[in-house]
């Protein structure tokens, strides 16, 4: 009966019906005994019409100004909620990310949190009250100015409100029923995981898993805040994500395998004929950092023995492929490159499993289930939990769906596949 | 070439293209050598639309939430005011309530000011910035929560920041020309004053006049804060408000009269039959003033020898009427009187100018006109320099023109008559 967590997104406070059913919802958990905070992002397209408004103003919104427009929106929403809460007689107040003591750097747009002094939440909670607070915002240490966490804002603050406030779960309700062992939308057999590891989602998360985004699951690892993903819809319990299974959830049987995510957000560019010595690799990667542009894999062919050059080829955001191609471009003399080629039909699928460490046989089967369903590899990468390809974009839904077959994670297997033995 | 405060009302940010519109005249002040600070409203009908959000999740919405919630207003159109003076090449930068240093006391949804410790504007000001700052909003001393300052907070905000930063002028942007003799839609000859004391500034706000609110005219005077009330549409000089005419204004010639006023948003109630005793006013009225309602106008008639029963009438804002009636009708027996008569068809119809104290015959010329205008009268009521009467709601808009033309204010006049002697 301690101190409950609670975030629940756009999606789920959409309307004036939506906000009064999270209220209930609200309400219930407080009723069953437990301290509530909740934390809220803004309503349904909040957030897009303001952006839109401020284009009509400015082409280019500046930074602290944007900050403090975008945050109008959680504002709507959370003094909404704390009236429906307290039309059904209970008490409740509502909390700026300033005044919920959430300090940031001053990276207006995508600032960082520092510090958490949730005195005022506290005080509030004391006082019998449930606990309402701006998602996505904090205010800035040096300058106190309102500022905003980027995308993915209001997770991060209500896993850094559950660390701060030493909470026994984060609730992070969503309009899914929790985290699958494949994106349902292409593998309709996808299971929903009672629970699964930090260390298992972070790898999802970063391959192309939507539900939770890297930046809050690694904050929670961090001070070991159990997360409860659920739908505010359903009412159904969801995922936990935690380092331990909690009491009375059974994690899968024999489970490698966690699940197979893919990611069809990237694109590749292949650096054609660079001359195989070393430092050229570092001229190529130094002149897309300086962009500051984030790439994921990458893959240097065999060089050719004939005329001592290779490929050199790599993925990034799609969104910033041409940021990219121009500053290999302008470098085009230094590098000393033939050509470049951009290819943005491409896909990535992942395996993660923090069982492959100890289980051979993962990357055989792999690969093997890839090569039956006639998926064709064009770059390969590894972690020590996970194994990622990049193919055809067309090839995507069949690979995951064969993958996520192969390995037992359908919902009408028996059983998740067992390997033997040690390594893969 | 000193400080300037504008305030900016809601119709004129009512979308992108007026908060454009708005940051170019912004602009052209700072360009002309000023330190700017800009306070501006909500856009168009947002605060309306919050409004019709918080009675779909609640039929009475909480005090201190349904602040937060506001506030959320101004907080999209003075960020997105400041963005679109950046994008005119000029440094901005937007500040909360709160952050302006707005104190007030903790009575939501119409707090009062108690102090303005504007360290933060004072700082953007010096570091060359031009500061936009949330209307309508502030901090309470105590609590730390966030309040709003009621109908017309905007004005008072600027007004307040002006008094603050030892302030030039106070600019109120509205969407009309500035304060006139009469409401132009009533009467067509009605004139722009060019200046009007603070003193009959405050009677026409209380009589009816809606440019601009008693309580931000009063506050202009105790600081001594010149206003010009202009309009951000047109950009013709409005009308000054101050304790003298400033430099180059001309006051109109001898005026004794500044205008007539009119308000047709009050009821009258008579409590017919009253004992005509010591006490009987007082139990009636200590049981209005328990209700919480304020009144106007009081007339008592004169006794009936034979009865010696008498009635009185007062007038009182339509909105508040069935609150009275029944306070009153709860109140019969203590009281004592017959019955209660309640009327809603009835206007006030008012002359003001610091001139009728030292000329004879404008309370005289005042009855005249509406004699001859064939508008029967049913209440008086007068201060110092105003004569107000109540008449038939019909018979207000004969009236004020009669009374207007009488006076000489019409703008085909040579100009306005003109009394000698003293006393009225």
Redesign the interface.
């Given at each position: 009966m301690g101190l409950v967590v609670q975030k629940y997104g756009g999606s789920s406070v959409a309307d004036?019906e939506g906000?009064?059913r999270v209220?209930r919802r609200i309400v219930d958990t407080k009723k069953a005994g437990h301290q509530v905070v909740v934390v809220v992002s803004a309503m349904g397209d909040t957030t897009d019409e303001?952006i839109d408004?401020?284009e009509?103003?400015?082409?280019i919104?500046?930074g602290?100004?944007?900050d403090?427009?975008l945050?109008?929106?959680e504002?709507?929403s959370?003094?909404?909620?704390?009236?429906?809460i307290?039309?059904l007689g209970h008490e409740?107040?509502?909390f700026t990310g300033s005044?919920a003591g959430v300090i940031t750097d001053s990276v207006h747009n995508k600032a960082r949190i520092i510090d958490v002094t949730p005195g005022?939440i506290r005080t509030a909670l004391d006082e019998g009250n449930i606990a309402i607070v701006a998602g996505f915002q904090g205010v800035s240490q040096d300058k106190?100015d309102i500022t905003t966490l980027g995308r993915g804002g209001s997770d991060t603050t209500a896993v850094a409100l559950a660390a701060a406030l030493d909470a026994e779960v984060c609730e992070i309700y969503t309009d899914v029923d929790g985290v699958f062992t494949a994106d349902p939308r292409v593998v309709k057999k996808a299971r929903k995981m009672e629970w699964i590891s930090f260390e298992d989602m972070l790898e999802l998360a970063s391959s192309g898993s939507k539900v939770l985004l890297h930046r809050c699951v690694e904050y929670a690892r961090r001070y070991n805040i159990p997360i409860h993903v659920r739908s505010s819809f359903s009412g159904l319990p969801g995922t936990w994500v935690s380092n331990e299974p909690p009491q009375g959830v059974k994690p899968m049987e024999q489970a490698i395998i966690s699940g197979v995510s893919h990611d069809t957000s990237e694109a590749k560019i292949t650096v054609v004929g660079v001359p195989d010595k070393p430092g050229e690799a570092a001229t190529i990667f130094r002149a897309i950092a300086d962009a500051e542009i984030n790439i994921d894999m990458v893959v240097q062919n065999v060089s050719a023995a004939a005329t001592g050059l290779t490929d050199i080829s790599f993925t990034l955001p799609k969104a910033e492929g041409h940021k990219a191609m121009e500053a290999l471009t302008r470098a085009q003399t230094v590098i000393g490159f033939d050509a470049l080629r951009y290819d943005d039909q491409i896909g990535k699928i992942s395996l993660v499993g923090a069982g492959m460490k100890t289980n051979p046989g993962v990357t055989a089967t792999f690969f093997e289930a890839l090569s039956n369903a006639g998926v064709n590899i064009e770059l390969i990468s590894t972690s020590e939990i996970r194994i990622s390809v990049v193919t055809r974009v067309d090839d995507v839904k069949p690979a995951v769906q064969a993958v996520h077959s192969a390995f037992g994670l359908d919902s009408d297997s028996d059983e998740a596949v067992v390997y033997g033995g040690t390594g893969r």
């Amino acid at each position: 009966m301690g101190l409950v967590v609670q975030k629940y997104g756009g999606s789920s406070v959409a309307d004036a019906e939506g906000i009064k059913r999270v209220a209930r919802r609200i309400v219930d958990t407080k009723k069953a005994g437990h301290q509530v905070v909740v934390v809220v992002s803004a309503m349904g397209d909040t957030t897009d019409e303001l952006i839109d408004l401020a284009e009509q103003v400015s082409p280019i919104p500046a930074g602290r100004e944007f900050d403090m427009l975008l945050t109008a929106g959680e504002r709507i929403s959370m003094a909404l909620l704390a009236m429906a809460i307290k039309t059904l007689g209970h008490e409740a107040q509502s909390f700026t990310g300033s005044q919920a003591g959430v300090i940031t750097d001053s990276v207006h747009n995508k600032a960082r949190i520092i510090d958490v002094t949730p005195g005022r939440i506290r005080t509030a909670l004391d006082e019998g009250n449930i606990a309402i607070v701006a998602g996505f915002q904090g205010v800035s240490q040096d300058k106190k100015d309102i500022t905003t966490l980027g995308r993915g804002g209001s997770d991060t603050t209500a896993v850094a409100l559950a660390a701060a406030l030493d909470a026994e779960v984060c609730e992070i309700y969503t309009d899914v029923d929790g985290v699958f062992t494949a994106d349902p939308r292409v593998v309709k057999k996808a299971r929903k995981m009672e629970w699964i590891s930090f260390e298992d989602m972070l790898e999802l998360a970063s391959s192309g898993s939507k539900v939770l985004l890297h930046r809050c699951v690694e904050y929670a690892r961090r001070y070991n805040i159990p997360i409860h993903v659920r739908s505010s819809f359903s009412g159904l319990p969801g995922t936990w994500v935690s380092n331990e299974p909690p009491q009375g959830v059974k994690p899968m049987e024999q489970a490698i395998i966690s699940g197979v995510s893919h990611d069809t957000s990237e694109a590749k560019i292949t650096v054609v004929g660079v001359p195989d010595k070393p430092g050229e690799a570092a001229t190529i990667f130094r002149a897309i950092a300086d962009a500051e542009i984030n790439i994921d894999m990458v893959v240097q062919n065999v060089s050719a023995a004939a005329t001592g050059l290779t490929d050199i080829s790599f993925t990034l955001p799609k969104a910033e492929g041409h940021k990219a191609m121009e500053a290999l471009t302008r470098a085009q003399t230094v590098i000393g490159f033939d050509a470049l080629r951009y290819d943005d039909q491409i896909g990535k699928i992942s395996l993660v499993g923090a069982g492959m460490k100890t289980n051979p046989g993962v990357t055989a089967t792999f690969f093997e289930a890839l090569s039956n369903a006639g998926v064709n590899i064009e770059l390969i990468s590894t972690s020590e939990i996970r194994i990622s390809v990049v193919t055809r974009v067309d090839d995507v839904k069949p690979a995951v769906q064969a993958v996520h077959s192969a390995f037992g994670l359908d919902s009408d297997s028996d059983e998740a596949v067992v390997y033997g033995g040690t390594g893969r």
